[in-house]
């Protein structure tokens, strides 16, 4: 074992493990997965790590060391994770921001501003595959896995241990001018499917419960930079047919450029301005079928969006995630409209924190553009947009937020959406943590010819988490004239209440089950008079999750839903106007990702309005080697109308493969019968190092003729180059 010059001790003050950072008098050391650089003699060690799951409490078996250092531009951290039985390892994931569910990996946390709130989240497998996040502290929901920084990570495979290197250079990060950062670390032992961790070493917390961290000292003093980034791309794309093309056999080929401009004006405030914002290598979405009455959200995957979403995160649900019920700002309302691309021209972002305030203020200037959609010419017309989200770090339990957001994506009138919102978290509470929030907001805009028209909306939530009891409850309500411009809300004029309990109790002696599964979770939404318009009840009567990692579960749901007007899940079918109850039932169950071979199978039967539903699901994934993946998921849903029948389908094959950690080729394969649709995407991306990347991207779409062929509709072949260079 190395030397250790300055051991983990714990903090009398705050009770929480504290390590002493030295800062290297030798050449930092080479990330490549090898412990033997003079760099890691001067490290401090931490040696004690605790299992949290399966066991709880009981030192780490097997052992593990963290060796830490710093010199004047990176943190670096490295993991000797022994292991006796290396046959057994789980090392299948390579790719950068891949699952990495099962393998063997290793997790840091960095809360740089030692707020307990935001956080920055890194893992490393020990198949060499890398993962960046950002951290809102909201939840099991608060992993922003599509975001990414600049940062290296190596891992490599002893004949019995394995071993993570990581560097993390300062200018990738925002802190203050302070000596103390909180920090935690994580050991994922895949051939036990047990977790070993430093700080907050309880089962009812994660990793990612950013207040349970540790402590690191030793970062005073790291030398000021310029934090000047100059990030240019050129890009060469040839589309068929262009958007605005009258004749269909019109070639574009076009050639642009843009980039990035970002300056670091403290160590903790970022500005950046934006010059012909391109998305091109970003990731096709995951199709759906909706057959619920309320559109469908993806999550955003741009990157430009995902820098600093967690500042813009407001109340508890959150605009980048997908899925909001009442949200002021959803980033996927600007520079798309309903699945084509707005010219983003001109942008602007101001990102960081000063003292104990947060800020997070967004600008852009979006061009008109003009589409065909189902027959008809959309327009959407020039906009001039403004997002601002600051927020007051009262203590680290209590924090008072502003949300403000003005102008139109879709439209040239004078609309705004402004409101506050208050954070608590209290995580000491009895064996678990309380969290509450609530938030207020306000839309005005143009109105009629009589004068502006505004309207309001609320939420309020609390909840409490232990070992083995979740419970939340959570009321959201809003006028019929709430319009958030920049933002969205489901059912506008209605309030939802809802709740949920869930008991995961465990077997009290040695077992082949893990855990079990009970749950219980009513939502009810009513008109502003209190009169109900509908509502679930969903039962998780039975759910089981063996060592092993296989599970099952049991569920049924109770509904009831009022319409007043009838509305088409797909074209041809109606659900009439009235009040519908029906209920359903599901089983699923779920192989192990410890297998090169897993899966997954699911069945639901039962009502669905005023007729029936049966819905099947299966999902298989092949992963022979850490290079090579291979995933096909398939679903069907038959539907029953006493006017109508129809059958959905729904097909998504992808296939990776990756040639080292740094680069990797993947395609996506996705077809339905409702659009009756054929998509792919294909991309190769090449890692120089990060910031510095090469894509080659291809997408097609064909759909289906009146004769049953396939004829293409889209077709698109990017190549792009981004080349960051900091100053």
Not at 270 to 285: I, K
Not at 428 to 453: N, Q, V, Y
Request: aromatic share 10%; charged share 20%; net charge negative.
């Amino acid at each position: 074992m190395l030397a250790a010059p300055a051991p983990a001790q714990e903090s009398p003050i705050l009770a929480r493990p504290r390590v002493a950072m030295p800062t290297l008098t030798t050449p930092p050391p080479v990330i490549d997965g090898d412990l033997s650089d003079a760099a890691w003699s001067q490290a401090a060690v931490i040696d004690a790590l605790t299992e949290v799951d399966p066991s709880e409490g009981i030192p780490a078996d097997p052992p593990t060391n963290i060796y830490l250092a710093r010199d004047a531009q990176a943190l670096y951290i490295a993991f000797e994770c022994f292991e006796p039985n290396p046959e057994a390892m789980v090392v299948q994931d390579m790719k950068r921001d891949g699952g990495m569910s099962e393998d063997e990996s290793i997790k840091v946390v960095l809360d740089t501003f030692s707020t307990g709130k935001t956080g920055l989240f890194f893992v490393v497998s020990a198949a060499g595959g890398r993962m960046d996040a950002l951290l809102t502290g909201k939840g099991p929901r608060s992993v922003n896995a599509s975001w990414d920084t600049a940062w290296n990570g190596r891992s490599r495979i002893l004949a019995d241990r394995w071993i993570a290197e990581l560097a993390i250079p300062f200018a990738s990060l925002s802190f203050p001018p302070d000596d103390i950062w909180r920090i935690n670390f994580e050991r994922y032992h895949g051939a036990r499917r047990a977790y070993y961790r430093w700080a907050g070493a309880e089962r009812q917390y994660r990793i990612t419960t950013i207040s349970k961290a540790g402590e690191v000292s030793g970062l005073a003093g790291i030398p000021p930079t310029a934090g000047i980034e100059v990030v240019p791309y050129i890009k060469g794309q040839h589309i068929w047919p262009p958007a605005d093309a009258a004749d269909i056999q019109v070639d574009d080929w076009r050639a642009e450029f843009g980039g990035d401009l970002n300056w670091k004006i403290t160590p903790n405030l970022r500005a950046s301005l934006s010059a012909n914002t391109d998305f091109a290598e970003t990731e096709v979405d995951a199709r759906e079928i909706n057959l619920t009455r309320f559109p469908t959200f993806f999550p955003e995957k741009r990157d430009f969006f995902l820098q600093d979403a967690n500042l813009f995160e407001f109340g508890w649900e959150s605009g980048f995630r997908g899925r909001p019920r009442a949200v002021p700002f959803v980033s996927r309302r600007i520079g798309l409209s309903a699945g084509h691309e707005i010219p983003i021209e001109l942008a602007g972002l101001l990102a960081g924190r000063v003292g104990s305030f947060d800020l997070g203020v967004f600008t852009a200037h979006t061009a008109a553009l003009a589409y065909e959609d189902d027959g008809a010419m959309i327009s959407v017309p020039a906009s001039d947009l403004i997002v601002a989200r600051p927020s007051w770090r009262i203590s680290e339990a209590l924090t008072i937020g502003a949300a403000l957001t003005h102008g139109s994506p879709d439209s040239t009138e004078d609309t705004s959406t402004y409101g506050l919102d208050i954070n608590y978290l209290y995580p000491d509470f009895a064996a678990g943590d309380i969290k509450l929030s609530a938030w207020g907001l306000i839309s005005e805009d143009e109105g009629d010819a009589e004068g502006r028209t505004s309207g309001g909306a609320w939420g309020a939530r609390g909840l409490i988490n232990t070992t083995d009891w979740f419970f939340a409850l959570a009321s959201i309500s809003s006028d019929d004239s709430f319009r958030p411009a920049l933002g969205y809300v489901q059912r506008p004029g209605e309030r939802n209440h809802s709740a949920r309990l869930m008991w995961t109790p465990r077997p009290q002696d040695s077992s082949s089950i893990r855990r079990f599964r009970l749950g219980l979770a009513p939502s009810m939404w009513t008109d502003a008079a209190g009169q109900e318009i509908s509502r679930n009840i969903s039962m998780d009567l039975f759910g089981i999750e063996w060592q092993n990692g296989d599970s099952c579960g049991i569920e049924i749901d109770l509904e009831r839903d009022r319409l007043t007007d009838p509305f088409s899940p797909v074209d041809g079918s109606e659900v009439p106007a009235g009040t519908h109850s029906w209920q359903t039932a599901s089983v699923d169950y779920s192989w192990s990702r410890t297998r090169p071979i897993s899966g997954s199978v699911s069945y639901e039967q039962g009502g669905y309005y005023n007729g029936d539903i049966k819905g099947f699901s299966a999902s298989g994934a092949w992963i022979p080697n850490p290079n090579t993946d291979l995933s096909l998921t398939v679903s069907e849903n038959r539907v029953s109308l006493p006017a109508s029948a129809f059958t959905t389908r729904l097909g998504t094959l992808s296939a990776g493969y990756s040639f080292s950690p740094d680069t990797r080729l993947e395609s996506f394969v996705q077809m339905d019968n409702v659009t009756d649709t054929l998509g792919f995407q294909g991309r190769l991306r090449w890692t120089i190092e990060d910031g510095r990347e090469l894509f080659f991207v291809a997408n097609s779409n064909w759909a289906e003729t009146e004769s049953g062929a396939l004829a293409p509709t889209h077709q698109d072949y990017t190549i792009k180059l981004e080349y960051t260079l900091r100053f």
